[in-house]
């Protein structure tokens, strides 16, 4: 199972297709510190999108693949591509900056017109996906024959695609057991949430054994949004799928590099590490000051400390485990204040 982050380019709807190449590189940075090995940019409707009928990028896709090129050394970078919008020149401009793959955007009863496309990727020596727009709007085997025919001619992945988040798992289990009867493809799966379903629905394709799955920080995107890439690698941790990542971090780059850029709320780091945890969130006023007298990081001691009481807050306790622990000396972004008045600093 693989993680491709879609935090830029499906997360684009959700700031008016705006981001500068500075917030470009710091997401794409952080995303790459933390293990995510794909990471897709660029507007959210792809390669030549930009204009007036579909949104204005706040830069080019040249400007986007130069500035997300000079951060990333390891992860690899690509852009989606939606045939009619995008040109095969296109393609051509991604190779020449250095993407490595790109994603065609296509409905089941079109993908013929995906064929130039997965063509041409191919021929620029890219990584080429299929993600079939609206995949409920076609049945399982027209799914499935759409895929076995896109890999004949050189698609490496077939996407399930749940563009209006109201799937279920067991129409989803219909995709991928017709798609795996008629052809080797590797299959993804990319999940709205507006049924609430887009994480569930994305762990279950992990049980599944799909092989690419779709997650953006936060759940940023259009409509409701995505799968959060948070909840997913915590929900994979707990039902004991070691994903390797450190999950303190990966939270407080979900926070911190969208704060400052999206308009709408976020959901704040403590809270998802009380999930993860078991931490009961009134205990919350004892991590601040002990934090605020030991100097360490309040989600590791959350962790540390959870694992050995998830019942009571012994404050003693609490803190001889922050002595054990390294020193952090940096600003931490979680706004403690958001959760106690005043009165609980004393």
């Not at 470009?24 to 792809?46: C, F, P, T």
């Not at 591509?81 to 040109?87: S, Y």
């Not at 089941?108 to 709007?137: C, D, S």
């Not at 407080?252 to 809270?271: A, C, F, K, M, T």
Request: with cysteine; hydrophobic share 35%; glycine share 8%.
């Amino acid at each position: 199972m693989t993680i491709l982050d879609t935090t830029v380019r499906d997360g684009s709807y959700a700031v008016d297709f705006k981001f500068s190449c500075k917030d470009v590189q710091d997401l794409v940075a952080k995303s790459e510190r933390i293990g995510l090995e794909y990471i897709e940019i660029g507007h959210g409707l792809g390669l030549n999108a930009s204009g007036t009928e579909h949104g204005i990028s706040l830069q080019t896709d040249e400007e986007y693949m130069r500035a997300a090129r000079q951060v990333a050394q390891k992860s690899k970078l690509g852009f989606f591509c939606i045939p009619d919008i995008a040109r095969t020149q296109d393609i051509e401009l991604a190779a020449k900056n250095k993407m490595n793959f790109i994603r065609i955007g296509v409905p089941v009863a079109i993908w013929t017109k995906a064929i130039p496309y997965i063509q041409k990727g191919r021929e620029e020596g890219l990584e080429v996906f299929i993600n079939f727009m609206k995949t409920y709007a076609a049945s399982p085997v027209e799914f499935g024959e759409a895929a076995k025919n896109a890999y004949a001619v050189g698609a490496q992945a077939a996407y399930i695609v749940d563009s209006a988040g109201n799937m279920t798992t067991d129409e989803i289990d219909r995709y991928i057991d017709e798609t795996r009867r008629t052809s080797d493809i590797k299959i993804g799966f990319h999940g709205h949430n507006n049924l609430g379903l887009a994480v569930s629905n994305t762990l279950h394709c992990v049980r599944r054994g799909v092989e690419f799955i779709d997650c953006t920080f936060q759940g940023l995107g259009r409509s409701i949004g995505n799968a959060s890439l948070e909840q997913v690698v915590m929900a994979l941790e707990k039902l004991g799928y070691p994903t390797g990542f450190d999950i303190p971090r990966v939270l407080e780059y979900g926070y911190s590099g969208l704060r400052n850029i999206v308009r709408r709320d976020l959901i704040n780091p403590l809270d998802y590490m009380c999930g993860y945890t078991g931490f009961h969130s009134s205990f919350l006023k004892d991590i601040y000051r002990c934090c605020n007298e030991k100097n360490v990081d309040p989600l590791r001691l959350i962790m540390a400390y959870s694992s050995q009481d998830k019942l009571t807050m012994d404050y003693g306790k609490l803190c001889k485990i922050a002595d054990e622990m390294p020193k952090d000396l940096e600003d931490n972004p979680y706004s403690f204040r958001k959760y106690f008045t005043e009165r609980y600093n004393d």
